[in-house]
């Protein structure tokens, strides 16, 4: 049997995110994800569940994504789960999960904010992307899409 590791989730970034570069010189962006859930509790009013995701992105994508998210800002990220693993000062075993990005739909920013995310062109040397507006679902704000 195949094992299958994708994971799909849709929320606002918590902050502006942070641009790293590793000792090989690749970029490597992070920053973490809001996910709102709403449910029906047991006395039948509505409750809402936030959860924090961390998200990293890689190359290209990562450059992308620091230079145009913002705090606040709706996204659309698809990837996978990784796990890291290590042993903290005290010799325990220590893990975090997070959420690698392959895939971030960028939704535009309200238009009393700053709009200079219009203009986003994709960088000259990526390899497999793309890059358009789809119109939203209920909403009449396009989405800027990349995929790497």
Known sequence: MNNLNSTIVEGNAVRKPELRTSP?????????????????????????????FNVETYGKLAE???????????????GRLKQARWKN??????????????????????????????????PENAAAEEVFEEESEGQNEPVKEMVF
């Open 24 to 52: 090989k010189g690749t970029s490597i962006c992070i920053f973490p994800l809001a996910v709102n859930r709403y449910y029906k509790n047991s006395s039948g009013t509505y409750d809402e569940e936030v959860s924090y």
């Open 89 to 122: 000062s005290e010799g325990k075993n220590v893990s975090r999960v997070f959420i690698i990005a392959e895939h971030i739909e960028f939704k535009r920013l309200k238009k009393s904010e700053p709009d200079k995310k219009d203009s986003v062109t994709p």
């Open 64 to 78: 992308l994504c620091a230079d145009i998210t913002e705090k606040g800002q709706g996204l659309r990220v698809v």
